[in-house]
């Protein structure tokens, strides 16, 4: 089956710790993205790729970093300069960046920090 | 700068009444309209959209949306509401070729039996 896959589905972090949170798309999709959702905040667009080797900051990329070293994975890392990380993660694709294709969605990663 | 606004947090339906869950945007270009859906603790799932053409797009599920050009909306309905149907749902616009897709704050719907 197609589709994009997010692990673990649930995160807990200590204090000061560096973690990782996955997505992989076997969609062949070129645009990746991340976003972070609070509660009444709607979705908050964190980093995003177009192409392989390349990304951008999206409006909320403090604290966090990303790669894109393969077409089918942009994984996420949330540093410890990350204030309030402690959210629901959804990565997403699409068939390309911009223009009207709709973008898929993994089930998400529920960050905690305790 | 391009946004999209969903001016209720909570909607409340009646199995089998209509519902309306609202959207406006605002884009200096041609936008591009998205609605998605979710469930708790779920990833969004995409419902229909909005590229260009007739004002009234049928989606996933029996749900259309209105694109109103001089009104900025692009509102989302369905002629009888499931119970089935309660969940989280997103308006989205993407202004043009190049933009971003940025999401509204949500609308939560309840369909009561």
């Known amino acids: 089956d197609g589709g994009i896959t997010q692990s673990p589905k649930y995160l807990f972090r200590k204090e000061g710790q560096n973690v990782t949170l996955s997505c992989e798309q076997n969609l062949n999709h070129d645009a990746m993205y991340w976003y972070r959702q609070d509660p009444g905040q709607g979705l908050r667009l964190i980093y995003y790729s177009q192409i392989v080797n390349d990304f951008q900051k999206g409006d909320i990329a403090e604290g966090y970093s990303v790669s894109r070293e393969k077409k089918e994975s942009f994984p996420l890392t949330v540093t410890s300069a990350q204030k309030n990380p402690t959210a629901f993660y959804l990565c997403?694709?699409?068939?390309?960046?911009?223009?009207?294709?709709?973008?898929?969605f993994g089930q998400g990663t529920r960050l905690t920090v305790v | 700068a391009q946004s999209v606004a969903q001016p209720e947090d909570q909607v409340n339906v009646a199995e089998g009444n209509p519902l309306t869950v609202k959207c406006t945007y605002s884009v200096s270009g041609n936008p591009y309209l998205f609605w998605y859906v979710q469930y708790p603790n779920r990833g969004l799932q995409f419902l229909l959209k909005?590229?260009?053409?007739?004002?009234l797009v049928k989606g996933s599920y029996g749900f259309e949306a209105e694109f109103n050009k001089s009104q900025t909306s692009f509102h989302l309905k369905k002629p009888s509401a499931l119970v089935s149907d309660s969940a989280l749902y997103f308006c989205?616009?993407?202004?043009?070729?190049?933009?971003?897709?940025?999401f509204g704050q949500g609308t939560e719907l309840s369909v009561k039996p």
């Open positions: 909005y590229i260009t053409g007739d004002n």
């Open positions: 997403a694709s699409s068939l390309q960046q911009g223009g009207w294709t709709e973008a898929f």
């Open positions: 989205a616009v993407r202004e043009g070729r190049g933009g971003k897709l940025i």
